[in-house]
């Protein structure tokens, strides 16, 4: 949508862009040239920990950050707590 605001984007160690925005998660694969959509529902089934207990509400799920540590791992920081992502 144009009024979707990109809000932070990491390249991983399989030449996969990761582009979170105001309103959802999404993967770009360089070499197929093609993207991959998250619901909120497949990314908070990864979630380590919340930082709030209140029942998982899509509607108010937030993707703040993603970033990689060294391992490759990526961690995506929501509004219900840290997601580590390892493939």
Excluded: C, H
Excluded at 79 to 87: A, F, H, P, Q, T
């Amino acid at each position: 949508p144009k009024d979707t605001i990109i809000v932070s984007m990491i390249m991983d160690k399989n030449d996969l862009l990761w582009v979170v925005t105001s309103t959802e998660l999404r993967s770009y694969d360089i070499n197929k040239k093609l993207f991959t959509t998250y619901p909120p529902e497949t990314i908070l089934k990864r979630r380590l920990a919340s930082t709030t207990m209140s029942p998982f509400n899509p509607l108010n799920f937030r993707l703040n950050l993603v970033k990689a540590d060294e391992s490759g791992n990526l961690w995506f920081g929501t509004n219900e707590g840290l997601i580590k992502y390892s493939d």
